[in-house]
């Protein structure tokens, strides 16, 4: 059973008390949460790593329309601690067999009108989350204290939030833009936002990201707040335009009020890098065909192309692109309804399933909320035309989706993005999410949910050269944050040329990315053209690369400058590094865990589109990585 201190207080005749609950423990008992109810009513916590600081008092709690349950609180009970232990399987992350494991409590407060408020902590051994539950009937929400409160030291790894109808065609905020790198704690966001989640720190020796968990429609997403003066970093919520048209911006119940889970994974950078918090806390798989749920890896033509891409004849020949790589989806995109037609895209569609190749397809989400020219346009927004739609995919055999260009995080724009996901389960259709939110651990949720951009992915880098220049940093910093817990559809891999553009990183560097970063589906950027160029050794490496992962283990790194990460499919490790610096990096490696088999380095030649093969030894040793430069390692 929980114990309290109390401490006695005569404040103007009235007795008060001063409550603080015993510790909830990590199973491992190195995180600790400390639970405060002051004597004015103010809820709190604060959280320690093996006794030292790492989040210092924060504030809780959470206002709806009536009830405000943000000050003036008293403990009403406490739950008893009780372990928690749950168990799933996820074919879109970096570890197949997941258990999680924690240590719950339940606080409950009231305030001076008796209205009441759960607190739930659960503390694992990778990290602390909580979140609030408000008992009634159709509550709304008006505001929520939650703060992060760190040390005047920390440093901070962190996204800006872009204004809302901004951007191409007003399709701003899409979470596409570089990351400040080891910032002050404190740091007002660059563009006035606020803060995007996974949100990296680093306090003393320990490394924190913070993010949220379990959006099941209900709530609005959040972010971290502009403002965070005194490195108090607040939750935010978004901008009015970030809304289905004519719906709700807030979260708003028809029953209980409760937020999803607000998520403080810490320790050691490689603790984040093999955590699974983000997913561990999200809500169970909905009924979805297993069979179908096939991971893989995707040509496609409008990385490169661009619009000029999207004929038949092209889409063709990416499918054949496809086969002769032994991979498993061509991805069609923008304007194929005008372009090809649907009566066309059957051909095609039989065209790829004689070759064993599975068709996907592109969408535009939006109705009014920006003015992006592209089609199929309009033919999602309501549940009867998506049951149209997607019926009519399946039955021509498309196997799923592109949705892109999204409003932002209202409570009816991820209501949005939940309905039609569960609507293409429902066909039997796999989806990727574009110009969209993050996705907070919906892969668990919904099995077909393959992989999300929400990032300023690969497409950028032939825009604009600057955005080619910022880009081998940029990508070093997404093991450690965008990619922390969700997939990602960065669409990776360029060994050719990028028109209009000089591509700075080395053909190691494109080749490592292909492991470092995770996808459900992976989209490669590379044309036929290009892939031609390479040795027959590094096509192979490609045609055999795992679609899908089942162990992780973080080997070296630092978030913006380099990574190295081993990922294990069957009896299959592949090691991957890659160098963001201008000079060269000689990286230890502790490959001790593959048992000292030997396998093949595959990593820059002389020449900065060259490649070379060498063997490599499980076991302790150092590789050198050139400037902007990666590698393969591959133990079979």
């Given amino acids: 059973m929980t114990a309290y201190r109390f401490t006695a207080l005569l404040v103007v005749g009235t007795f008060c008390a001063h409550a603080h609950a015993a510790p909830l423990t990590s199973p491992d008992r190195h995180i600790a949460v400390d639970v405060t109810l002051s004597p004015t009513g103010a809820l709190t916590y604060a959280v320690t790593r093996d006794g030292k600081p790492v989040i210092l008092p924060s504030s809780l709690g959470i206002e709806v329309k009536g009830a405000d349950l943000t000050q003036g609180l008293t403990l009403a009970a406490s739950s008893p601690v009780k372990p928690i232990e749950d168990r799933y399987e996820l074919a879109t992350a970096k570890k197949r067999h997941i258990t999680y494991r924690a240590n719950e409590q339940t606080h409950t407060v009231r305030n001076a009108q008796g209205q009441a408020m759960d607190v739930t902590f659960r503390v694992s051994n990778d990290g602390v989350a909580f979140r609030y539950r408000v008992a009634g009937k159709n509550l709304r929400f008006v505001r929520e204290t939650t703060g992060f409160a760190f040390d005047k030291s920390t440093k901070a790894w962190l996204q800006p939030m872009a204004v809302a109808q901004t951007g191409w065609s007003n399709t701003n905020p899409s979470y596409e833009e570089h990351y400040q790198r080891e910032i002050p704690a404190g740091t007002p966001s660059t563009l006035g936002a606020g803060w995007v989640f996974p949100a990296l720190f680093r306090t003393g020796e320990t490394w924190v990201a913070l993010t949220e968990a379990n959006l099941d429609g209900s709530f609005h997403a959040s972010r971290l707040h502009t403002d965070s003066r005194g490195g108090v970093y607040r939750l935010d919520i978004p901008a009015a335009p970030e809304v289905f048209t004519n719906g709700a911006l807030l979260a708003e119940s028809k029953g209980d009020l409760v937020t999803p889970w607000r998520v403080v994974a810490l320790g050691s950078l490689r603790t984040l890098v093999e955590s699974t918090l983000g997913t561990d806390l999200a809500a169970p798989a909905i009924a979805f065909d297993k069979a179908k749920i096939q991971p893989g890896h995707a040509s496609w033509s409008w990385a490169l192309l661009?619009?000029?891409?999207?004929?038949?004849?092209?889409?063709?020949?990416?499918?054949?692109?496809?086969?002769?790589?032994?991979?498993?989806?061509?991805?069609?995109?923008?304007?194929?309804?005008?372009?090809?037609?649907?009566?066309?895209?059957?051909?095609?569609?039989?065209?790829?399933a004689a070759k064993k190749i599975g068709i996907l397809v592109w969408y535009n989400s939006s109705g009014a909320w920006n003015k992006t020219p592209y089609s199929p346009k309009g033919a999602l927004l309501t549940r009867a035309a998506r049951v149209r739609e997607f019926a009519r995919l399946r039955e021509m055999g498309v196997k799923g989706v592109k949705v892109d260009f999204f409003a932002g995080d209202g409570k009816s724009m991820v209501a949005y993005y939940v309905d039609m996901l569960q609507d293409a389960a429902d066909a039997g259709l796999l989806v990727n999410f574009h110009g969209a939110t993050l996705p907070r651990g919906w892969s668990r949720t919904f099995p077909n949910l393959m992989t999300v951009e929400a990032v300023k992915g690969?497409?950028?880098?032939?825009?604009d050269q600057k955005d080619q220049d910022a880009m081998p940093p940029h990508a070093a910093m997404l093991?450690?944050?965008?990619?922390?817990?969700?997939?990602?559809?960065?669409?990776?891999?360029?060994?050719g040329d990028i028109p209009k553009i000089k591509r700075i990183t080395r053909n190691g560097f494109e080749l490592a990315e292909a492991v470092l970063f995770l996808s459900g589906i992976q989209h490669f950027a590379e044309r036929p053209e290009g892939m031609a160029g390479v040795p027959d050794y590094l096509r192979n490496l490609l045609r055999d690369l795992p679609r899908s992962w089942d162990d992780v283990r973080f080997i070296d790194g630092y978030p913006g400058r380099h990574a190295v990460i081993a990922r294990k499919s069957g009896d299959s490790w592949y090691v991957a590094g890659f160098n963001a610096d201008n000079e060269a990096r000689s990286v230890d490696l502790d490959l001790s865990f593959i048992e000292g088999r030997s396998g093949i380095l595959t990593t820059d030649g002389d020449g900065e589109r060259a490649f070379s093969q060498a063997p490599i030894r499980a076991g302790k040793t150092s590789v050198s990585i050139k400037p902007r430069g990666g590698f393969v390692a591959v133990f079979k």
């Fill in 306 to 352: 661009k619009d000029d891409g999207t004929y038949i004849d092209t889409q063709k020949r990416f499918v054949d692109y496809a086969a002769d790589m032994r991979w498993d989806y061509t991805l069609v995109d923008a304007d194929w309804d005008r372009k090809i037609g649907f009566e066309r895209l059957r051909e095609l569609v039989d065209y790829a």
């Fill in 479 to 495: 093991p450690f944050s965008r990619n922390l817990f969700d997939p990602m559809d960065y669409t990776p891999l360029v060994f």
């Fill in 458 to 463: 690969f497409e950028f880098t032939t825009f």
